[in-house]
């Protein structure tokens, strides 16, 4: 009635996928943050730390074929930090 289940790569298919829509929304959410920045706005980063500790333990639980592209998305994701954390000045 309700068919096979997905096959196991699949499935990991599916979360690797998904793991790298959070990524690459993540990388949206710092573009913007530091496009604001730029323009000396102020922004409010709250729950920012959490977020990308979430992404982060998804990543980890992430299948291993996912492993390259995810560490290309968390490097450009480092990168844009320490753009945005320089562009803030000191606390």
């Not at 102020?42 to 979430?54: A, K, N, S, Y």
């Not at 450009?76 to 945005?84: G, K, P, Q």
Request: aromatic letters at 2%.
């Amino acid at each position: 009635m309700f068919g096979e289940p997905p096959s196991r790569e699949a499935v990991e298919a599916r979360q690797a996928e998904i793991v790298l829509a959070a990524a690459e929304a993540m990388e949206a959410t710092l573009s913007v943050a530091e496009a604001l920045v730029a323009e000396r706005r102020r922004i409010d980063l709250t729950g920012l730390e959490d977020e990308i500790g979430r992404l982060c333990a998804a990543a980890l639980a992430a299948p291993r074929a996912a492993a390259p592209a995810l560490r290309v998305r968390f490097e450009a994701m480092v990168r844009s930090l320490d753009r945005l954390r320089a562009g803030l000045g000191p606390p």
